[in-house]
C-alpha cells in the first residue's frame, strides 16, 4: 500500500472508533483529536525502513539509522518489510508500551492498521524478521506473513489496494457507528461512503 493509503485508512478508522470508545470511557488518551492524530503518525512510521516513504523523504536522517538499524546495507536500502513490518516483534512491544504508557493505544492502532492492509499485498509483513531474513533481505518463501491466499492478494501500488482500503475503511468505520450510535440510517451511510470516497480520490 502506498503511505497515503495506510494514512487515509489510519485517519478514517482511527476517528470513528475513537468516536465510538468515547461514548464509554472519557479516558484522554481516547479522545478522538488525540487518538487520530497518533494513528496517523502510527500509520506512517513502519515504512521508514524503506527510504522512499513518505516519512523518510521528511526525515532522512532517522530513516538512515531505522534502515541501518534494520541490517539494510546501501544496495538493499529500498529493502522493505524488515524489523518494523514483524507482526510478532511489533505486536508484542506495542501491547508493552501501551501497558506502560496507554497514551500510545492511538499510535499501535494506526501502527497495527498499517500492518493490517500489508498483510493483503504480494510482499505480505514478516514474522520472526532476525530468523528468516538473509543477505538479499527477508525471503520470499519463509518469513512472510499474510491474510488473505495468492489468489487475492493485491500489489502494493495497484488500484485494486486503493479499492481493497476503501471498502475496510467503510467497513471499519460502518462497524464502530454502527456500535457507537445504533442503528445507521440511510442518511448515514451515504454520508459516511461520501467522506471516505473524499479521502481516497487523492491517492
Known sequence: MTG??????????????STFVLKTDSTYYWHPILFTGLAAL???VPDLDHEKSILSNKLPILSYV????????????????TYPHDVVLMGIL???????A?????????YWGHLFLDAFTYKGDSYLYFFFRNKSGLNFKA???YLVPSA?????????????????????????????????NYDDV??????????????
Open 152 to 184: 487475492l492478494r493485491v500489489g502494493s501500488e495497484s488500484t485494486a489496494a486503493k479499492v481493497l482500503a476503501f471498502f475496510l475503511s467503510i467497513g471499519f468505520a460502518f462497524l464502530a457507528m454502527r456500535f457507537g450510535n445504533g442503528l445507521m
Open 94 to 100: 506495542g501491547i508493552l508500551a501501551i501497558l506502560k
Open 4 to 17: 497515503r493509503t495506510h494514512l487515509s485508512f489510519g485517519i478514517i478508522t482511527a476517528a470513528a472508533f
Open 190 to 203: 451515504t454520508t459516511l461512503v461520501g467522506n471516505v470516497s473524499g479521502y481516497f480520490q487523492g491517492i
Open 102 to 110: 496507554p497514551i500510545l493505544l492511538g499510535f499501535f492502532f494506526g
Open 66 to 81: 531505522v534502515r541501518r538499524l534494520c541490517g539494510c546495507g546501501k544496495e538493499q536500502f529500498s529493502v522493505n518489510r
Open 42 to 44: 502510527g500509520s506512517l
Open 143 to 145: 518469513g512472510r506473513f
